[in-house]
């Protein structure tokens, strides 16, 4: 298996402009998951979807900030406009079904300048 | 709500030697999950270890062990016959048994190997 796939790996890009990330969790996996981490704030859970519908979304910081996961194999977080305080790594997960372990994917290195 | 507390911000080992990392964790539940990860300069993060409350027995993934202390509230990381790839970050986290789908990190403890 391939694993949680992420990209684009690493993002640069000046205030006000619009970032869409992108995530294909693992076959098979029911639970989608994104997380941010950034040096103050440690790891923190953005969102999270079920059978691609969104069931809590109460990490996620701001109206600036939305997710959708149109189907089993894609999902999107998406950012606008950005702000150089959303630099961060942002993490992508997904797990087998409720309670099973989660498996992250690569992350995604984002810049906002 | 729950808080993961990592107290070493950085470690250091000389390689084949053994270290142990420190985990502390708050919740008033009984039925919860722990683990460890790592994350290596890459960035991914890697499930090194998981641990079921319930269970009495630590968990052991190869030269990777834990010791859960329930009362206590405590779950250290061992890594026997350090090697240079266990240079890391490694994030202890906890599960809950009610809301499964919510993880909370720890700070995060940095190990350096050397050689």
């Known amino acids: 298996d391939a694993g949680v796939i992420q990209s684009p790996r690493h993002e640069v890009t000046e205030m006000g402009q619009e970032v869409t990330l992108r995530c294909k969790p693992i076959?098979?996996?029911?639970?989608l998951f994104w997380y941010r981490q950034t040096m103050m704030r440690g790891l923190e859970l953005l969102i999270y979807f079920n059978n691609n519908v969104p069931i809590d979304d109460s990490g996620m910081p701001e109206d600036r900030f939305s997710a959708k996961m149109p189907n089993a194999s894609f999902s999107t977080l998406k950012i606008q406009p950005s702000e150089p305080r959303d630099s961060a790594v942002y993490f992508c997960?997904?797990?087998?079904?409720?309670?099973?372990?989660?498996?992250f994917g690569p992350g995604t290195r984002l810049l906002v300048l | 709500a729950q808080t993961v507390t990592q107290s070493q911000p950085e470690m250091s080992v000389q390689e084949a030697e053994t270290v142990t990392l420190s985990c502390t964790y708050d919740?008033?539940?009984?039925?919860?999950?722990l683990f460890w990860y790592k994350q290596p300069p890459s960035r991914q993060m890697i499930l090194v270890i998981r641990q079921e409350a319930y269970k009495q027995q630590n968990a052991t993934e190869n030269r990777f062990s834990v010791n859960f202390q329930k009362a206590a509230k405590s779950f250290s990381l061992k890594i026997s016959d350090s090697q240079l790839g266990d240079a890391a970050m490694y994030f202890c986290a906890y599960r809950s048994g009610n809301n499964f789908n919510k993880f909370y990190f720890g700070s995060g403890t940095k190990l350096n190997v050397k050689p």
């Open positions: 997960a997904s797990s087998a079904g409720v309670g099973e372990t989660q498996y």
């Open positions: 919740t008033s539940e009984s039925d919860y999950y």
């Open positions: 076959s098979g996996h029911d639970y």
